[in-house]
């Protein structure tokens, strides 16, 4: 019964390169949740995607970072010419259909970014 | 606007002893609250939530939190702590639903150290 998976745990960048953080929902959870989390503080909401919809983008930065969840496979975060601010964990959580307000989220281990 | 104050960066208690993690919340309309654990380097897990009912909710591992509407708080206990608890505590509220579900808004955590 696997959980929220995210991969890759770590990931090293150079400045101006592109990051790619992938999670995969637990097995019927329709809808995803990315966080990112700075050092010594609380997660910061990102991005609440459904398959093939973005539904709230209002925690994106406005350049360079971009979501999605296909119809098939992972939800991909992405993240173009990183930049050291770029630093940090980033955590992708699931949530079942249905069920509302109430529901829990699930989350993976998260995807540690570090910018050289 | 909602938000969360956990308003002790740190908690100390002796193992067996009763702890108390404190949250304060402000929402508009019902409040939605969520408590979760983070472990070094590992994602967040969910402990508890109340959505309506009664003000004591009983969750995982022995945990339990009051809400009190009054005094909107929402502190999360266990009558007798282990040093296995010794962790990252973070209160969350939901923030109103776009799409069927909104996203989870966090206080800053508040690291519990249980000493032997």
């Known amino acids: 019964n696997a959980g929220v998976m995210q991969n890759p745990r770590h990931l090293v960048r150079r400045r101006g390169q592109e990051a790619r953080l992938r999670c995969s929902p637990m097995k019927g959870h329709s809808h995803v949740y990315w966080y990112r989390q700075l050092p010594e503080e609380g997660l910061k909401f990102m991005v609440y995607?459904?398959?093939?919809?973005?539904?709230?983008e209002s925690g994106m930065p406005k350049e360079r970072f971009s979501a999605e969840f296909p119809k098939e496979g992972p939800s991909i975060l992405r993240i173009q010419q990183v930049v050291r601010g770029d630093s940090a964990a980033y955590f992708c959580a699931s949530s079942p259909p249905g069920g509302g307000q109430n529901q829990p989220q699930h989350f993976g281990d998260g995807t540690r970014l570090s910018i050289l | 606007a909602q938000s969360v104050a956990q308003p002790e960066d740190q908690v100390n208690v002796a193992e067996g002893n009763p702890l108390t993690v404190k949250c304060t919340y402000s929402?508009?309309?019902?409040?939605?609250l969520f408590w979760y654990v983070q472990y070094p380097n590992r994602g967040l897990q969910f402990l508890l939530k109340?959505?309506?009912?009664?003000?004591l909710v009983k969750g995982s591992y022995g945990f339990e939190a009051e809400f009190n509407k009054s005094q909107t708080s929402f502190h999360l206990k266990k009558p007798s702590a282990l040093v296995s608890d010794s962790a990252l505590y973070f209160c969350a509220v939901r923030a109103p639903g776009v799409g069927s579900q909104g996203n989870l808004i966090f206080g800053k955590g508040t690291k519990l150290s249980v000493k032997p």
């Open positions: 929402v508009s309309g019902n409040p939605y």
């Open positions: 109340y959505i309506t009912g009664d003000n």
């Open positions: 995607l459904q398959k093939e919809n973005i539904i709230d």
